[in-house]
């Protein structure tokens, strides 16, 4: 294990070492909404590319309706680095649930063949790779954060305190979920000209209940017109020190003047201020945002790891000694129900 700092190393156990292939061939299993490829998905595609510059990306999407041809239709063009879409259009694949979408992971893998399969490490591959995994019988890689080579990257542990390089000596496919905010996609890719193939997939083998013990039972949305937390380009975000829901609601006001995301600590969760798809850190969403107001947050070790590589973080807290001013670029010790209203009287509204 390589931990920044020292030199020392770790090597996956594996029954049978295998040879590097000679060129690598990806698969990124992509999420899509309404149509449109998820911002993550796209991360981990520029992932992918690092794995060489003679890697063959595929990418594959399942679902049905018209917004998985829409979806497949973006994905042709989203990336240059993309050669192929795979489309696999079944009711049984509507929801990313993890019994199917594994099954479908196995058949396209003992089709094709690929050296590498990689999904971003959100709740979408956090769900489906380690079943998936399991089907292939390899060890995944998760988290990784940098690709030193095709079979050699870097992950966080010990809560991001550490970094750890991996070798994984195992055989085909190797598997690996990546950080979406190490590894940001170009916006310009989809100007490219590029247009990959659309294929679809033959899925007479999933016929039957493949579904298993699992079973979808509905999916609810907040109806706002803040940014995604996962992507936005400002977050606010409120700890324990908010004392009720109702006053995290400054924290909502603050967010809409900025056009900036809303987060919570998952104290701020547990305590029931808000709902826990806004909880940030290590359980949470790791964003990196381009400015990260911290509002009331101690700086837990566990939320640090979900935050710290923002670029620009401010923190506000009364007490001098809150850890979060150890990793803040900018720090106000001071009373969070006097500085909020301020700067909501003074900043002007939706400032972008």
Same mark, same amino acid.
């Given at each position: 294990?390589?931990?920044?700092? !020292? ?20 698969? @990124? ?9 998820? /911002? ?14 003679? $890697? ?32 696999? =259009?079944?009711?049984?694949? &509507? ?6 979408? *594994? ?50 990257? @870097? ?33 310009? $890719? ?18 039957? =209940? ?18 995604? &937390? ?11 020190? !908010?004392?009720?829901?109702? $006053?995290? +609601?400054?924290?909502?006001? !603050? *967010? ?11 104290? /701020? ?6 709902? $826990? ?15 990260? &107001? ?14 710290? =590589? ?16 150890? @990793? ?13 209203? =301020? !700067? ?5 509204? +939706?400032?972008?």
């Amino acid at each position: 294990m390589a931990i920044r700092g !020292l030199l020392s190393s770790i090597t996956r156990r594996t029954l049978l070492s295998h040879p590097l292939a000679r060129h690598a061939s990806t698969l @990124v299993v992509a999420e899509h909404e309404g149509g449109s490829i998820k /911002a993550a998905s796209l991360s981990a595609v520029e992932a992918a590319k690092r794995l060489g510059e003679e $890697n063959s990306i595929s990418m594959l999407l399942a679902g049905s309706g018209p917004s998985l041809q829409e979806a497949a239709e973006q994905a042709a063009s989203c990336h240059p680095s993309i050669s192929e879409v795979f489309v696999a =259009d079944s009711d049984k694949l &509507l929801h990313p649930l993890a019994e199917p979408w *594994a099954k479908l992971i196995q058949l396209i893998q003992q089709k094709e063949g690929f050296s590498h399969i990689l999904a971003a490490s959100d709740s979408f591959g956090k769900n489906i790779i380690p079943r998936a995994s399991a089907l292939l019988d390899v060890s995944p890689t998760t988290d990784v954060i940098e690709i030193s080579d095709t079979r050699q990257f @870097v992950r966080p542990i010990y809560a991001g305190n550490a970094l750890c390089a991996v070798r994984y000596t195992g055989g085909d496919p190797c598997i690996l979920t990546v950080r979406a905010t190490s590894f940001q996609a170009d916006p310009t $890719n989809a100007k490219s000209g590029n247009k990959a193939r659309i294929s679809q997939v033959d899925l007479s083998a999933l016929e039957g =209940d493949v579904i298993g013990k699992s079973r979808h039972v509905s999916l609810t949305s907040q109806d706002t017109e803040r940014p995604d &937390l996962g992507n936005a380009r400002v977050v606010v975000t409120g700890g324990r020190g !908010l004392k009720s829901a109702e $006053n995290f +609601k400054m924290i909502e006001k !603050l *967010a809409e003047k900025l056009g900036a995301a809303v987060g919570a600590t998952r104290a /701020a969760v547990d305590a029931g201020f808000v709902p $826990n798809d806004l909880q940030v850190g290590q359980t949470g969403k790791i964003v990196a945002p381009e400015l990260y &107001l911290a509002f009331g947050v101690s700086g837990a070790i566990q939320h640090i790891a979900g935050m710290r =590589d923002s670029k620009v973080i401010v923190a506000v807290n009364k007490d001098a000694d809150a850890p979060i001013f150890q @990793v803040a670029d900018y720090g106000l010790v001071g009373d969070l129900f006097e500085v909020i209203p =301020d !700067l909501l009287e003074k900043l002007p509204q +939706k400032s972008r």
